[in-house]
């Protein structure tokens, strides 16, 4: 009995910064741990099938999985980078219905599980929680918005800017979320090619703008990375 309530409190303790449980009770957090298991996917695994999302729910605790769609032509949409704190899926969990999408673990991936229908009742208990689970779709929609019309409307070059300065934390003065995420990733992200964006971030580098090391990004000239954000491309 030690063993499972130190697994609850560890739940608890992995759950308890996210803002999805925001003024929920102690007690409230041990009946929904209490229906949770804790796995690892590992970066390189088969992708996480819808089948699964239909029925389990997916609190990320650590690492990185990216959401995206594939055409007829197996050509890669991607949708959003998910990462601590971040759920799949939401979509599922309000409709009922499978949500047509894939996911790749991207970084070794710490999750803890509940069933669909054990949250669902869970939320029929707690239902003030609801309201930062739709505050939480709510922005990731905003943020599809924002992609989506940046796909339409801008060129490359605005493109990579507005992709550097969205991840810009401008109190650390980092690039957070997608700074050890491979070129391959970070084209799909823009809608390019992997050689297309390594040309686009050589001119970035040339220019002053960014330093490139492996897998990391540094914005030297934040200025400059705003004007190329809202100008037309200068690098065609």
């Not at 796995?39 to 999302?53: A, F, Q």
């Not at 003065?173 to 990733?185: P, R, S, V």
């Amino acid at each position: 009995m030690a063993t499972v309530q130190h697994n609850f409190d560890s739940y608890i303790d992995l759950l308890i910064n996210n803002p999805l449980f925001e003024g929920v009770t102690h007690q409230s957090m041990i009946s929904l741990v209490e229906n949770c298991k804790l796995k690892r996917l590992i970066k390189g695994t088969p992708c996480i099938g819808k089948e699964k999302t239909h029925y389990n729910f997916y609190f990320i605790t650590n690492g990185k999985v990216k959401v995206f769609n594939l055409n007829n032509s197996d050509k890669q949409f991607t949708l959003f980078i998910l990462s601590k704190n971040d759920v799949f899926d939401v979509f599922t969990l309000i409709n009922n219905q499978q949500h047509n999408v894939c996911y790749d673990v991207l970084q070794d991936l710490d999750v803890l599980v509940i069933s669909i229908d054990a949250l669902r009742d869970w939320l029929k208990k707690n239902p003030l929680t609801l309201n930062c689970f739709f505050r939480y779709t709510i922005k990731k929609f905003e943020l599809l918005e924002s992609h989506i019309l940046d796909l339409g409307t801008n060129n490359l070059t605005a493109r990579l800017a507005n992709l550097l300065l969205q991840h810009y934390n401008v109190e650390n003065h980092q690039i957070e979320g997608i700074n050890d995420l491979t070129h391959d990733e970070l084209a799909q992200l823009i809608g390019t090619s992997r050689a297309v964006f390594n040309h686009h971030i050589q001119e970035f580098k040339k220019a002053g703008i960014i330093h490139v090391s492996r897998k990391h990004i540094e914005i030297l000239n934040l200025l400059l990375l705003t004007e190329l954000s809202q100008t037309e491309d200068p690098f065609i």
